[in-house]
């Protein structure tokens, strides 16, 4: 069921029509063991931690079995307990429980209070009562209701006394997705193509900011003299769990992706939140993961799912305007980041595939206006006649990988678009049956689609054969030099390149950190030579090698300062050793990483992990680097008050002088700062946004395991906007 329904006043009172049944009619309720096995789950995880597995009660939170709790529900419908604890519980998420689990919750809570199920289930739709007859004294049950007056007790309170939240708003409903309006982003502006592709600066509506992902702001209020003056505007808490979001900003309103597939409209002056959707899972599936990203075009909030599905908000209410299945998660498909959204396609690539299918991964293009897929273009190279295996012979139903994790980039005045895409899996060679000298296009490489058709106009692939999770899926910078256009690309090697967006062909590289990976590289042509170590690798050993899997370079995105033409880059210092575990399955639903990884200190860094650096694009130049013991774990952003922002995992947000790298202001915030910080502008007032996040692989294990040390608390997720405090 797709269709939504709208719920006005009140809000959420899926079983309240039901209360105009007459009690004199009503009889004893009914529900099955099978719903009472059920409840027993649903109450374990929802309901126990407040009111004891016991259903005893503690504190606040009411025993929900025994003479008490039968006395004051004797005589009354079920259909009213089923009301209140969907409006009020859980506690910290009221309304999030399903008809289905709300019923099986009170089925358990009927039986542990003596009374036994039959072949009858309970609905919710049921007019009968929970408890009959007599209450515990003796004492019949009362037919005339009163309320109370000063001086005259009543045996009910009265309608205007509130003992739960209000029902305050709009709800729209449906059996993938529940989104509640408190107030319409009556403010926003629709956003369109031209727009898009010259965004303003008031405004952050791409993930970087603009479509060549610079992650560069032109405001410069804030800058190198005033930046000591930043105080709190205000803070948001977010959803807990996995969390590196990048929030859009566009008519003094953000948009920000939480764990769990929750996306927040928010009035970014003052923090108020304007209308909150949430995807719906099936009982028993992924209850939604990390989300990232999200993209704006024309009235619309592109969502792409944890289940693989691409959902289109209405920007004002949050209302679901069409929900497209891209793939079948049941196979592992999924969404970590979101889509981009060029000359009016939305672009969207998959991850997830870890595992053989016939159908490996890919990126998808989809009208704006209706989510119709337009094109699929696989990330992995098919069996083509004429077109020469890269595979040493694999069937393309065991080419694992090939994931696209990172959203990519826009040219509009050539109309493509740029990704990168991650590994081969098993992440090692000898895992997979192959050996480094088989390439496995195009795991690793840097495409060039058309946006318009799907077709990869040209293809770069960085390192061919990669054996060690070595990821170069991260974000694609496009930047101008003097009439010549070039892409920018770093993974967790640390090299820096730099190849002509025309064609891919090489025109330049540096590496950033220590790495020992290969022991060749041909600087006229950035060919790599793999170490012979690694090369001979034998499952069961181990290789020691420099960086780890957290990079060099990860997640973090860079930033480009157009003025000074300086690329800003969040590294990390760390090694591992790295043992292939013994060839996968060849069998359609098997597959895996298949990889074993321990991390160790970098030689020659003194326990320093987060490492910041700014290159000249022009010559590749380092122009200065700072090194701290706390990893860098957010992406870096410029502005054109000549400031660089960036994050850490000891809770610090660093502002540095970004052509010199001197630290001007820092200040710390609740928990670990993770995610995309960006800068908008708002009645004059120019506004930092910054978020504090939890987990997310490898960059996290660095700090987690080798800088014990350093604290961060749990259960502090939310973004942080800051201002002059003069403003």
């Known amino acids: 069921m797709n269709k939504f329904h709208k719920l006005c006043l009140p809000m959420g009172m899926y079983f309240i029509a039901n209360l105009l049944v007459s009690e004199a009619n009503a009889q004893q309720v009914s529900f099955t063991a099978e719903q009472v096995n059920r409840g027993q789950d649903q109450y374990a995880n929802a309901c126990a931690v407040c009111h004891l597995p016991s259903l005893q009660g503690a504190f606040e939170a009411p025993a929900l079995k025994g003479a008490d709790f039968q006395n004051q529900w004797r005589g009354k419908q079920v259909s009213e307990l089923l009301a209140i604890i969907n409006e009020t519980m859980p506690l910290q998420a009221p309304g999030t429980l399903t008809g289905a689990q709300l019923v099986e919750i009170v089925a358990y809570m009927l039986e542990q209070n003596g009374l036994s199920p039959n072949e009858s289930a309970l609905v919710g739709s049921s007019a009968g009562l929970l408890f009959s007859g007599t209450n515990v004294a003796g004492a019949a049950v009362s037919e005339v209701r009163r309320t109370a007056v000063p001086g005259v007790a009543g045996n009910v309170r009265s309608p205007d006394a509130l003992d739960r939240v209000p029902p305050f708003g709009v709800l729209y409903e449906s059996d993938s997705a529940r989104t509640k309006v408190y107030q319409e982003a009556s403010n926003y502006r629709n956003v369109t193509t031209a727009e898009l592709a010259n965004p303003s600066a008031s405004d952050w509506t791409y993930w970087r900011g603009n479509p060549q992902s610079h992650g560069y702001s032109s405001l410069g209020q804030i800058d190198r003299q005033n930046v000591k003056s930043l105080s709190l505007a205000w803070v948001w808490g977010m959803e807990p769990g996995r969390s590196q979001p990048a929030p859009l900003v566009r008519s003094g309103i953000m948009y920000i992706p939480n764990f769990g597939n929750v996306v927040q409209a928010l009035d970014a002056e003052t923090g108020t939140l304007l209308w909150e959707y949430q995807r719906l899972f099936p009982e028993g599936e992924r209850q939604g993961a990390l989300l990232r990203t999200l993209a704006l075009w024309e009235d619309l909030i592109y969502v792409a799912t944890t289940d693989a599905h691409l959902v289109a908000l209405d920007a004002r209410t949050g209302q679901v305007r069409w929900d497209t299945e891209i793939a079948d998660s049941s196979k592992g498909f999924s969404n970590t980041s979101g889509p981009i959204v060029a000359d009016g396609v939305v672009v969207n690539g998959i991850t997830g595939c870890t595992r053989f299918y016939v159908e490996s991964c890919f990126i998808t293009g989809h009208d704006a206006l209706t989510g119709r897929e337009l094109w699929r273009t696989f990330t992995i190279e098919q069996d083509v006649a004429g077109i020469e295996d890269t595979w040493g012979g694999l069937p393309v139903e065991f080419r694992g990988g090939g994931d696209v994790w990172i959203p990519g980039s826009w040219d509009p005045e050539t109309g493509l678009v740029y990704f990168g895409i991650a590994q081969a899996k098993p992440w090692m060679a000898v895992s997979r049956g192959l050996t480094t000298e088989d390439a496995g296009l195009y795991a690793n490489s840097t495409v060039a689609l058309d946006v318009k058709t799907g077709e990869i106009v040209w293809h770069r692939q960085i390192i061919p054969g990669e054996s060690l999770d070595m990821d170069e899926a991260y974000e694609r910078v496009l930047i101008d030099l003097d009439g010549e256009t070039y892409v920018f690309s770093i993974g967790k090697t640390g090299i820096l390149w730099k190849v002509d967006r025309e064609n891919g ?146 809770r610090q947000v660093h502002a540095y002088d970004v052509e010199t790298g001197e630290e001007l202001w820092k200040t710390r915030l609740g928990s670990s700062v993770m995610g995309f910080p960006v800068s908008f502008e708002i009645n004059g007032t120019q506004y930092i946004a910054i978020s504090t996040g939890r987990e997310g692989g490898s960059p996290w294990r660095i700090p987690t395991f080798l800088t014990p040390e350093l604290v961060s608390p749990e259960g502090h997720n939310a973004v942080y906007v800051f201002k002059l405090n003069d403003r």
């Not at 597959?591 to 200190?601: H, I, L, V």
């Open 505 to 650: 062909k090489f025109q330049g590289m540096v590496e950033t950190v220590f790495q020992n990976i290969f022991d060749q590289i041909d600087r006229e042509t950035g060919e790599l030579t793999y170490r012979q170590d690694i090369q001979d690798m034998k499952v069961g050993e181990w290789l020691s090698v420099c960086p780890s899997t957290a990079g060099g370079h990860n997640w973090q995105s860079t930033a480009y300062f157009p003025p000074e033409r300086l690329l800003v880059i969040p590294l990390s210092q760390s090694c591992m050793e790295m043992s292939p575990r013994q060839a996968v399955t060849f069998e359609i639903g098997s597959g895996g990483s298949q990889g074993d990884r321990a991390w160790k200190e970098m030689p020659g860094t003194d326990g320093k992990f987060g490492k910041l650096s700014a290159f000249n694009v022009e010559d590749m130049s380092e122009t200065w680097s700072i090194e701290q013991r706390a990893p860098f774990l957010t992406a870096a952003l410029t502005t054109a008050g000549g400031l660089v922002f960036i994050g850490d995992y000891d």
